[in-house]
């Protein structure tokens, strides 16, 4: 079946550093693909999304550009900030599956003053 | 405009019990999914309803039951609790049809003791 593999963390940075999560996929077809945000104590946030190969996503300084030949989805950010701090999940999903999400096992980033 | 609420927020119950969590999907859209979150993992898939009916399911036994309302709104019930129940569990709802986007409610947190 389909699945996502992520980076391990704890990931834990410095404010203005550069930040890389990687996340590869395993999927049949043509996947859409999705990053999203997990603040303490809050549900999940959409943060980016792609839907084709090449096609680049990007919010809030976060980007991330659907790989199909290394079936990737790394996310990437400039400059972090504390806020910034939060579990990252990489996720899938094809329309003929009608909307069902399969998430990777998630990204905690810690960004130090 | 509210967003995808749900209810209650934490719940604990006693091995054996069964429990129903509820959700109210963001305005307009007429899907609603259920995923489980255990500590530290990604959220897994549990069962998608449209129109009322489920439409997708995950790999959950029988003990997971849902439904949905005419007013789109969903439950989830669980019966016979185990302790390996405790998790976090999280509504999305999404507009039926082509779009992929779905947004998640903040949660439940059920601990079975």
């Known amino acids: 079946g389909d699945s996502v593999t992520q980076m391990e963390g704890p990931v834990t940075l410095s404010e203005e550093a550069f930040l890389t999560i990687n996340c590869t996929y395993t999927?049949?077809?043509?996947?859409?693909l999705f990053w999203y945000v997990q603040y303490p104590g809050e549900g999940l946030q959409l943060l980016l999304k792609a839907t084709k190969a090449d096609d680049k996503g990007s919010n809030k300084g976060f980007e991330a550009t659907y790989r199909k030949e290394t079936t990737s989805f790394h996310l990437e950010k400039g400059s972090v900030q504390v806020s910034d701090s939060a579990v990252y999940f990489c996720a899938l999903t094809k329309g003929a599956a009608g909307n069902k999400l399969t998430f990777g096992g998630g990204t905690r980033v810690l960004v130090k003053p | 405009d509210a967003g995808v609420t749900q209810s209650p927020t934490h719940l604990i119950k006693t091995r054996g019990q069964q429990v129903t969590l509820r959700c109210s999907p963001k305005?307009?859209?007429?899907?609603v999914s259920w995923y489980q979150q255990a500590l530290g993992q990604g959220p897994q898939f549990i069962f998608q309803y449209y129109e009322e009916e489920e439409r997708q399911r995950g790999n959950f036994p029988d003990r997971f039951s849902g439904h949905q309302f005419p007013n789109y709104s969903s439950e989830l019930n669980v019966n016979a609790l185990l302790l390996g129940d405790s998790a976090l569990y999280l509504c999305?709802?999404?507009?039926?049809?082509?779009?992929?986007?779905?947004?998640f409610g903040p949660g439940t947190r059920l601990t079975v003791t």
């Open positions: 999927a049949t077809g043509y996947p859409s």
């Open positions: 305005s307009g859209h007429d899907t």
């Open positions: 999305a709802s999404s507009p039926g049809g082509i779009s992929y986007e779905q947004y």
